[in-house]
């Protein structure tokens, strides 16, 4: 029959986990051979040693090391850190203590066991992402539910109600109304169709990035004279030529789509009468497109939100708009490496700025 010190040699040899005897320092005096799968090194290389010593760079740098050594040196019954296993990838433990309490061998104080948890680690953070993917597709659900059934009812209303009008009286005149306003309306809702559409593709990460030469100016010139000179016939558009034009690489249709929402946010927030102005400024590195208006503003309190699915200041009053052709832009301008930003007063106007890499 194996002898008891026969026997823990056996469980010593096989045991998965890192079992260590440390000392009142907290230096490692017997290691498990599983050393060399949980931390990378023989059993003998880690005697001498204290686990802190095979903390990653990472680790330390993210958390104060002097409260972090005095928690392994004083341990509660179980931590879990970052090491560096051997001289290559980073890998997560956790440890178990277990003092001894009176030992007549002062030099065992102390008696650790350690797993590698990484795969754990791993897959909880896979499941808090996909969670937390679950969670935003949940509310953008909400909030389409929402909006579809508040903003899309009035476009909706009004082509009823002009249908209904027809059905009374076909004049010329009444005809030509209805189906002025008809059309308006078609385009209103083919508008927020289309925003709803590009914001699934990014929540579902479908939308593609391919972006080729072309010329900024060029571009919005374009999208003035075939849409927003359109659109709001009676706004004085001010474009500013650049001085020096050049062709920078970004993608045409998100690039055209940011340009697009700008230029009709400008326009529709702003009296008729009023003037936007559109430049597009060139520098060594990047390149900038200003588009100011002088319409109602948007409080300061409120800016920081504009950006966000579904959000609409509180002082848009009766315009119409689903709240999400900002988040997009946003998303089209991070996703060409550019930034986006925003200077506003309320009743005095608003100034974006979008700034590309070149």
């Not at 700008?262 to 400024?281: H, P, Q, T």
């Amino acid at each position: 029959m194996a002898t008891p010190e026969k026997i823990f040699e056996l469980i010593a040899e096989h045991t998965t986990d890192l079992v260590c005897i440390h000392d009142s320092e907290n230096t490692i005096r017997f290691a498990t051979p599983s050393s060399k799968s949980i931390l990378g090194y023989p059993a003998h290389e880690i005697i001498g040693k204290k686990l802190t010593d095979f903390l990653s760079s990472d680790f330390i740098d993210e958390m104060d090391f002097t409260t972090l050594k005095r928690f392994f040196d004083h341990p509660e019954t179980r931590i879990r850190y970052q090491v560096k296993h051997g001289r290559g990838q980073l890998r997560w433990l956790e440890t178990t203590f277990t003092y001894f309490g009176k030992n007549p061998q002062k030099d065992f104080t102390l008696l650790t066991s350690t797993r590698d948890i990484t795969e754990s680690v791993h897959l909880t953070d896979d499941l808090m992402a996909a969670l937390s993917k679950e969670q935003e597709i949940s509310r953008f659900k909400s909030n389409l539910y929402s909006i579809a059934s508040h903003e899309f009812k009035t476009p909706l209303a009004v082509i009823q109600a002009n249908i209904e009008m027809l059905r009374i009286k076909r004049s010329e005149k009444v005809l030509n109304n209805a189906i002025g306003s008809i059309e308006e309306e078609v385009d209103r809702l083919n508008s927020m169709i289309a925003d709803m559409l590009e914001l699934k593709k990014l929540t579902t990460g479908q939308t593609t990035f391919r972006p080729d030469l072309l010329d900024l100016e060029e571009l919005v010139k374009e999208v003035l004279e075939e849409n927003i000179r359109k659109a709001y016939p009676d706004t004085d558009i001010q474009l500013k030529p650049a001085k020096k034009p050049e062709k920078i690489r970004a993608d045409y249709t998100l690039l055209r789509f940011v340009i697009t929402n700008l230029l009709g946010n400008a326009c529709k927030f702003s009296d008729k009468k009023d003037r936007v102005i559109v430049a597009v400024e060139y520098d060594e590195e990047d390149v900038k497109m200003i588009i100011q208006d002088f319409g109602i503003g948007i409080p300061e309190e409120e800016q920081a939100s504009v950006f966000k699915s579904f959000y609409r200041a509180k002082n848009v009053g009766t315009v119409q708009g689903t709240g999400v052709g900002l988040a997009i832009v946003k998303e089209f301008v991070d996703l060409h490496k550019g930034k986006v930003g925003l200077v506003s007063s309320p009743g005095e106007g608003s100034t974006f700025t979008v700034s590309l890499p070149k």
